[in-house]
């Protein structure tokens, strides 16, 4: 079985991270400043290509890992395998692994929660935060009390039953898979050939349960009923970037997100972009993070 979802120009390489491997993509100067992008659900490392060519451009270091349980890195079987503590670990892991004292971290949502999560518990290995339509873990929860953030959340629910949900987006050649999210972005940003990657890699054995697995450590029913988490405040520079036609997060997200940053924050707004902004609106993101990194560095 081939990797998939390789970014034009990048070399690929399998990482010790700890317990498991991570299969990391790095392109640009390897004495350019580390930033490193973490995906989100149900995506691959490969959804930000366009970004890595352009940091790599730029004279950074881009480093794409595929998250735990995604595309060729490792799929380790149990619920709890996925709980935070161990994506968090994930990534001080990483950049430990790389020889790195810190990095830059790009996160776009479950990507997002990783990194708001190590910024807040682990500052000395962040030199800055880019979040793409991500919220705070701590602000999610305390959305998933109001009824507006509630409904667009209902899929959260659904992911909770092992086989089903599974099933229910894998059927059909992933037909409810591509309703959920490749035919929510903008026309034309998930032709044919882009579906094919990230279908291929999610219809693997244990593909899809291990990117379901992401919900059921960290969001099961039970918590929808408990008063939100505590985390310290995020203290490194940090910017928030913010598709506005977002079929899945309500703009309450960003509000309350903005109140758990104590340093420097910028919020970028991106108008009428959806969930899938790296990808839909690929010269918007890479603007904003390029802006970010001028800023920071």
């Not at 349980?69 to 990534?91: C, H, I, K, M, W």
Request: glycine fraction near 8%; aromatic fraction near 8%; charge should be negative.
């Amino acid at each position: 079985m081939g990797t998939i979802g390789d970014i034009p120009g990048a070399t690929r390489s399998r990482v010790h991270v700890g317990g498991l491997t991570l299969s990391v993509q790095q392109m640009g100067p390897p004495d350019g400043l580390p930033v490193i992008l973490w995906h989100g659900f149900p995506e691959l490392g490969y959804s930000w290509r366009a970004q890595a060519a352009a940091l790599a451009t730029a004279g950074y270091r881009a480093i794409v890992p595929d998250l735990r349980g995604y595309g060729d890195s490792d799929r380790p079987q149990g619920t709890a395998e996925y709980a935070f503590p161990n994506l968090v670990g994930d990534v001080t892991g990483l950049i430990s692994a790389l020889d790195l004292e810190s990095a830059h971290l790009v996160g776009h949502d479950w990507g997002g929660s990783l990194t708001w999560a190590t910024a807040a518990l682990a500052p000395q290995v962040v030199r800055s935060l880019f979040i793409l339509n991500s919220p705070h873990p701590v602000a999610s929860a305390e959305c998933r009390q109001v009824p507006e953030q509630q409904q667009k959340s209902w899929y959260m629910l659904l992911f909770q039953f092992p086989g089903i949900a599974e099933e229910w987006l894998l059927n059909n050649d992933a037909a409810n898979l591509e309703a959920f999210v490749f035919d929510t972005a903008a026309p034309g940003t998930f032709p044919p050939a882009e579906r094919r990657i990230f279908k291929d890699a999610l219809m693997r054995p244990g593909a899809m349960t291990a990117a379901l697995e992401y919900y059921r450590a960290n969001i099961p029913p039970e918590n929808w009923l408990k008063p939100p988490p505590q985390m310290p405040p995020v203290t490194v520079p940090t910017t928030i970037a913010w598709a506005d036609n977002d079929a899945y997060m309500s703009d309450l997200l960003l509000e309350r997100s903005i109140t758990k940053v104590t340093g420097p924050l910028e919020v970028v707004m991106l108008p009428g972009v959806s969930h899938w902004a790296q990808q839909e609106a690929p010269e918007l993101v890479t603007d904003a993070l390029l802006a970010h990194l001028a800023r920071v560095a």
